[in-house]
Nanobody, 114 residues
Framework: QVQLVESGGGLVQAGGSLRLSCTAS????????MYWYRQAPGKEREVVAA????????DYADSVKGRFTASRDNAKNTVHLQMNSLKPEDTAIYYC???????WGQGTQVTVSS
């Protein structure tokens, strides 16, 4: 079973950037599709990005298209989420998960001030 650990969250002003990381242990991510989700207070958890490990294809929620970029680092068994032009509505706990959605990290808090 894969273990996932997110990092890179923090407090940033609107318009700023953050880069989240999700590092896996326990197995290689090489055959998995990885997802970034977020959950804001009082809201449902929603998917924001997905990256296919094998061909690097990516998909994004409409709300983050053009601002967020998912990438992967094979050597470090890590996926990243580069978040630019952050908005207060991006404030949430961000999680990574894998294809089955059975394994989740503990999340990393992103807070965007106006």
């Amino acid at each position: 079973q894969v273990q996932l650990v997110e990092s890179g969250g923090g407090l940033v002003q609107a318009g700023g950037s953050l880069r989240l990381s999700c590092t896996a242990s326990g197995r290689s991510l090489s055959t998995l599709k990885m997802y970034w989700y977020r959950q804001a207070p009082g809201k449902e958890r929603e998917v924001v990005a997905a990256i296919n490990w094998s061909n690097r294809s990516t998909d994004y929620a409409d709300s983050v298209k053009g601002r967020f970029t998912a990438s992967r680092d094979n050597a470090k068994n890590t996926v990243h989420l580069q978040m630019n032009s952050l908005k207060p509505e991006d404030t949430a706990i961000y999680y990574c998960t894998e294809t089955t959605r059975k394994c989740w990290g503990q999340g990393t808090q992103v807070t965007v001030s106006s």
